[in-house]
């Protein structure tokens, strides 16, 4: 299962560095904005997820900064590294 979640975390990393590159130096014709879209709605969606687990678990679970800010970085597949570590 380790491996599978470092699998994910890889993968959701080279989406973020795909929608950062088109931040940096746009692609040409609609992409761009597609992917400014898609930018915005991982970091919402990633923002949510890490704003209901730390409200619902954040005084139960000690973590260390970088968990905190790896859930709005890799989503679900931070919070599934989370749980092994704290909660099984």
Known sequence: ????????????AF???VLIAN?????PGVAAMALYI?????????GLQMLI???AFGDKVAMSR??????LIFGIFALLDIRRKYMV
Do not use: D, N, Q, Y
């Not at 299962?1 to 959701?12: D, E, G, N, S, T």
């Not at 898609?38 to 990633?46: E, K, R, Y």
């Not at 970088?66 to 859930?71: A, D, K, P, Q």
């Open 53 to 55: 687990f730390l409200g």
């Open 1 to 12: 299962m380790k491996v599978l979640i470092l699998l994910a975390k890889a993968a959701i």
């Open 23 to 27: 931040i940096v130096h746009p692609f």
């Open 38 to 46: 898609m930018t915005g709605f991982l970091l919402v969606m990633h």
């Open 15 to 17: 989406v973020w560095l």
């Open 66 to 71: 970088w968990e905190r800010w790896s859930i």
